[in-house]
């Protein structure tokens, strides 16, 4: 390739939100569906996942076929993707020796994915989180051995915050080594009055996003955590919108400034933002309000909640300048990464 070739190639197309279940955890329920607590069941002619509890989720070929998910990638006009596994296995209501398990089936599962394709895919990994030490341990594993450069994290693990003091070795290891982590809300148990029309997901995903966001910022844990790097799901939930509430109370109740007293105004910019809020009225607000180098692209594939055409939609937003573009596109997840894709 000559020199100008490289100058005036254009740069890679990046989704950070894309999730997968590899072939060998859908083995794993298979074949022991008591110890993962879920089984598979057909409906409506459709394989689906049953989760204990009564949850329901479509078995996508794209979550365990490296060539359907490159396919779609392609069908949406991206270059690369961060596979990230599909929330219903993250596991953090299991036993701790089997939440391990599973989280290593599902991180070497990536990893096999990857390495089918592995100038467009790039693997994020799942940790026990209910057991910090194992989680540590692991994560150092598919660090060293998958070259794995950010995790995916539930935005609570259980009923409990990621906030919590007990998780914070796990967040300063990450941070230590460089990885960032792409929070996605997991929780399966419905808030009162979100129990009928996906209200769970429309309201409740936003929600636990804010619920995590509010917790990290006040309790002074981004202020421990001085160069970790987050990004959030479905644009930030409703934080971006409501900054201006937190903002005042941190001004005006005692209580908020216990453990910090740095604004909430300026840990806004301490995250990222996935680009996915079906709108592009509300994307252009997301932009003005975090800054284009704090937003990047995400579809969450192969979920219908996702985004088919993000390119499309990004062309939608007014008063995007071609360098805004190019951050959202391609710069910023370049800079999440920490190296080049």
Not at 28 to 48: S, T, V, W
Not at 164 to 190: C, G, M, N, W
Not at 239 to 254: A, E, S
Request: hydrophobic share 40%; glycine share 8%.
């Amino acid at each position: 390739m000559t020199r100008r070739s490289k100058t005036t190639a254009k740069p890679r197309r990046i989704d950070v939100h894309s999730h997968v279940i590899p072939k060998p955890m859908l083995e794993a329920i298979e074949r022991d569906p008591a110890r993962f607590q879920m089984r598979f069941e057909m409906r409506d002619g459709r394989r689906r996942i049953v989760r204990e509890g009564g949850n329901v989720f479509p078995v996508y070929d794209e979550f365990s076929d490296a060539a359907v998910k490159v396919a779609g990638m392609d069908r949406k006009g991206l270059d690369v993707s961060f596979i990230s596994p599909a929330p219903m296995v993250l596991f953090y209501w299991l036993d701790a020796d089997v939440a391990l398990e599973g989280s290593r089936i599902v991180n070497d599962g990536i990893a096999e994915m990857v390495a089918q394709y592995p100038d467009r895919l790039k693997g994020m990994g799942t940790l026990p989180m209910q057991h910090p030490d194992a989680a540590i341990a692991e994560l150092e594993r598919i660090v060293r051995d998958h070259g794995f450069r950010a995790i995916e994290l539930g935005t609570s693990v259980g009923e409990e915050q990621l906030s919590d003091p007990r998780f914070r070795p796990v967040l300063r290891r990450a941070q230590e080594l460089k990885v960032f982590i792409f929070a996605h809300p997991y929780s399966f148990t419905p808030e009162c009055g979100t129990e009928h029309y996906h209200l769970r997901n429309l309201i409740g995903n936003p929600l636990h996003t804010t619920i995590m966001v509010g917790n990290l910022m006040f309790s002074g844990a981004l202020d421990d955590l001085k160069t970790l790097k987050i990004v959030l799901a479905h644009g930030g939930g409703y934080v971006p919108y409501q900054i201006g509430r937190f903002v005042h109370g941190h001004k005006v109740r005692h209580d908020t400034k216990q453990h910090t007293r740095t604004s909430p105004e300026k840990m806004l910019r301490r995250f990222w933002y996935d680009a996915l809020v079906h709108d592009e009225r509300a994307l252009r607000y997301l932009i003005d309000r975090v800054g284009a180098d704090r937003v990047v692209l995400g579809t969450d594939a192969p979920f219908d909640m996702g985004e088919e055409a993000p390119l499309a939609r990004l062309a939608q937003v007014k008063r995007l300048t071609p360098a805004e573009r190019a951050m959202i596109v391609h710069g910023n997840a370049q800079k999440l990464y920490g190296r080049k894709l």
